[in-house]
């Protein structure tokens, strides 16, 4: 007989359902990459058979499209993970660390879109409440944010937020390769609705 009572799950069959879950998300990208290259490839051969035999020269240039192909959509997919998580605001010197507000940022990349939320008191600066949505796009190294709500059954926009999550290579330094995406994102409010972010300020990542 089934007992009324639930039976408490374990940590470890909790933790094996989000490795099986993990699993199938990897999986789920893997063939749609999969598949995505190879109508690529397909698409890059009918186009050249297509065009005469001077295009048909070029196909064994096709490789080499294919394997940058596959390190684009890889990298992409490595750069939505790193910005994917809760980034924390941290005080780059000591001296500001009594002036700067709590901010928390809820981010979401993917295809190189980006969603979520930010929290912090001092968005009661612009509304009621103490948190408001996001929503940009990535550009190059950096994040077009604009912060939102929506007041009064009206979209609002309440900020414009450049967030650079690379930096630079040094090419003094051969051997240094920038990670795709920094621990902490360096934040420069670029517009505000009425004054309440800091000018300019930094978010370290504090959870995937």
């Known amino acids: 007989m089934r007992s009324k009572y639930p039976i408490p799950r374990s940590p470890r069959n909790q933790q094996k359902r989000v490795d099986e879950?993990?699993?199938?998300?990897?999986?789920t990208w893997i063939v749609s990459g999969t598949w995505l290259l190879l109508g690529a490839v397909l698409s890059a051969i009918i186009g050249l058979i297509s065009q005469g035999p001077e295009a048909i020269r070029n196909i064994p240039?096709?490789?080499?499209?294919?394997?940058?192909?596959?390190?684009?959509v890889w990298e992409a997919h490595q750069i939505d993970r790193g910005l994917t998580g809760t980034w924390r605001v941290v005080s780059l010197k000591a001296s500001d660390a009594a002036t700067t507000p709590d901010i928390r940022?809820?981010?979401?990349?993917k295809g190189g879109q980006v969603e979520g939320a930010l929290y912090s008191p001092v968005i009661r600066n612009w509304t009621i409440y103490d948190m408001a949505l996001i929503e940009g796009y990535r550009d190059g190294r950096f994040l077009r944010v604009t912060v939102f709500d929506f007041v009064g059954g009206k979209r609002t926009k309440l900020a414009d937020l450049t967030l650079r999550f690379q930096t630079e290579p040094d090419e003094g330094i051969t051997?240094?390769?920038p990670p795709l995406v920094e621990d902490v994102l360096e934040v420069e409010a670029?517009?505000?609705?009425?004054p309440a972010l800091p000018k300019k300020f930094a978010l370290a990542h504090v959870a995937s």
């Open 21 to 27: 879950r993990h699993g199938v998300q990897w999986r």
């Open 190 to 194: 670029v517009w505000q609705l009425k």
């Open 175 to 177: 051997d240094h390769v």
């Open 61 to 72: 240039k096709i490789p080499a499209a294919v394997s940058e192909t596959i390190d684009r």
């Open 105 to 109: 940022l809820e981010l979401e990349s």
